[in-house]
């Protein structure tokens, strides 16, 4: 269609030529009355070239742009259209398409087609939902041949999903994300999942992005494992988790082991676990901001109400958790080596024998400012970071404001202002994050 609208321009500017060319008017008269009807009519003729050249220039122009439209429309590659998930099935078949794009039609629960045979507690002779995306050691993308499309939850949940899997690494609903995919939108509810090493509920090892998820239930493993995603190498965001987590080592509320960036985010199930036990996270290695936790967090070292072990960036976070370890326990955090924390706070109780602090219990040169804990709830005077203050002074904006962070009071928790990144209900609440 474009080279036709091309074409056709040759064409048009001939016929407007000849009415430019004929038409003219031939005068020899020498007489006044002669010499001004030729003038008359010079005039005339003039003003129809003008009118004839502006047609002729809108024409051109008009003719361009639809040339261009078509060649336009002619070159667009069409957007794919979504595979729609109703049934346990459908669910089950995207593992033979790890690139596509997918949208949940509805929620997927015990009385939905395919549950039995698929997600159920006696599906695969015992072993459950099959997770999708394999993990492989010797694969370059940190081992990953995991899903690279998009699924979009669109809100709606995956719930009673059973995963029996104590041997196996990278376990969840999908079992690896690669770099490419996006999960999005979608919530794993009531869910009982067993895995070994990078184990969530969602999704075993994350190198792609999870956003705008949440998990309730109870996730049990051994090593890096998480509420929602064991180890994430990508992004989490606009997430959370309510249920229950149990591990050994790396044991987070929402996330077990972070080695990408983890925002916006909160967690306030119970924490299970022995080394780097954290209500949020159990190790963080990258960037961890705008996120709180309000668990109840147990462990034997390392241990945190927000996070058990920093090696990364911690940046307006908070956490009201209780805390209870054997060393390195810390409100905030449980160890932080070569790491920085600033503008965050914690108020929980914590309790341990060795290296206990109200913010921070252990500290390895790392850099601690800004940051507050409450002197009075959690039993702690001490802390290897960070500075102590009472009760009244956690709910004074000043403490904060002095202190350079990004604060507006509130006249209610209800009533967040979000061109802030904190709120505080002045000499009422602690500071809380303007997104909750």
Not at 149 to 167: A, C, K, S
Not at 240 to 255: A, C
Request: aromatic residues 8%; negative net charge; proline residues 2%.
């Amino acid at each position: 269609m474009a080279l036709t609208g091309i074409m056709l321009l040759p064409g048009i500017l001939a016929i407007i030529g000849g009415v430019l060319s004929g038409g003219k008017a031939a005068s020899e008269s020498s007489t006044a009355e002669a010499l001004m009807r030729d003038k008359i009519a010079r005039t005339g003729e003039q003003k129809r070239k003008t009118n004839i050249n502006r047609n002729l220039i809108l024409l051109i122009t008009g003719m361009t742009m639809l040339t261009i439209t078509i060649i336009v429309v002619c070159t667009t590659t069409p957007t794919p259209i979504p595979i729609e998930i109703r049934t346990w099935y459908d669910l089950n078949a995207t593992r033979d398409n790890l690139g596509g794009s997918y949208l949940l039609m509805n929620d997927l629960d015990s009385t939905i087609l395919g549950y039995e045979e698929l997600a159920s507690e006696t599906a695969n002779q015992g072993k459950c939902w099959q997770p999708i995306g394999a993990f492989i050691h010797q694969q370059a993308d940190h081992g990953i041949l995991g899903f690279e499309g998009t699924f979009d939850g669109q809100g709606y949940e995956i719930r009673d999903l059973f995963i029996n899997r104590p041997d196996e690494v990278a376990v969840g609903l999908f079992g690896g994300v690669g770099q490419e995919g996006v999960i999005k939108d979608i919530g794993v509810v009531n869910a009982t999942v067993t895995g070994h090493a990078f184990a969530g509920t969602l999704v075993g090892w994350n190198h792609g992005a999870v956003r705008d998820s949440y998990f309730t239930g109870n996730m049990i493993g051994n090593d890096f494992v998480g509420g929602l995603v064991g180890l994430n190498d990508g992004t989490v965001s606009n997430s959370d988790s309510t249920g229950s987590v149990t591990g050994n080592e790396g044991v987070g509320g929402l996330v077990g082991q972070n080695l990408g960036t983890v925002s916006n985010s909160y967690s306030t199930g119970s924490v299970t676990g022995n080394y780097n036990v954290g209500g949020l996270m159990g190790w963080n290695f990258d960037t961890v901001s705008n996120c709180y936790a309000t668990n109840s967090v147990s462990g034997n070292s390392s241990v945190g109400g927000l996070m058990g072990s920093n090696s990364g960036t911690v940046l307006n976070s908070y956490s009201t958790s209780s805390v209870t370890g054997n060393s390195s326990v810390g409100g905030l955090i449980g160890d932080t080596f070569d790491g920085t924390v600033s503008d965050s706070y914690s108020s929980g109780s914590v309790t341990g024998n060795s290296s206990v602090g109200g913010l921070v219990g252990k500290n390895m040169r790392s850099t601690v400012i800004n940051s507050f804990w409450d002197t009075e709830t959690s039993g702690q005077s001490a802390s290897d970071g960070g500075t102590g203050k009472n009760t009244t002074q956690m709910k004074d904006i000043t403490t904060f404001s002095g202190a350079g962070w990004n604060i507006t009071a509130a006249a209610n928790p209800g009533m967040s202002n979000p061109s802030s990144i904190w709120n505080i209900v002045d000499d009422v609440t602690y500071p809380f994050l303007s997104w909750q």
